[in-house]
């Protein structure tokens, strides 16, 4: 029991150390669409996350429900984050409006 968890605890830091080096080295002008390829991503675990807690059994504790209930949240959070950064770096590329001659403001 106690070695699978510290094979999975490893494997969890390892994942955070692999996914820092990925991510520093992403330039600026990627990060965009890489944002928008993750929200989709993170779209079908919250579908994913959904359909796991409609089918927890009658008889799971409480704890697990919690705990699935948290990860769906964060999840449905980090969707939402990103579309929202998505957006404003997006707002960042449109060209601002021209004023006319004799409008007033």
Wanted: glycine content about 12%; aromatic content about 8%; cysteine-free.
């Amino acid at each position: 029991m106690y070695l699978s968890l510290l094979a999975n605890i490893a494997i969890l830091v390892l994942a955070g150390f692999v996914g820092f080096a990925v991510i520093s080295k992403v330039p600026n002008t990627l990060h965009t669409p890489l944002m928008s390829g993750t929200n989709a991503i993170h779209g079908i675990v919250v579908l994913g996350a959904l359909i796991v807690l409609g089918r927890l059994p009658e008889d799971a504790s409480w704890g697990v429900r919690i705990i699935a209930f948290v990860a769906l949240i964060f999840g449905t959070l980090n969707v939402v984050g990103g579309f929202l950064v998505t957006d404003r770096m997006l707002g960042m590329f449109k060209s601002k409006p021209v004023a006319r001659e004799g409008a007033e403001q």
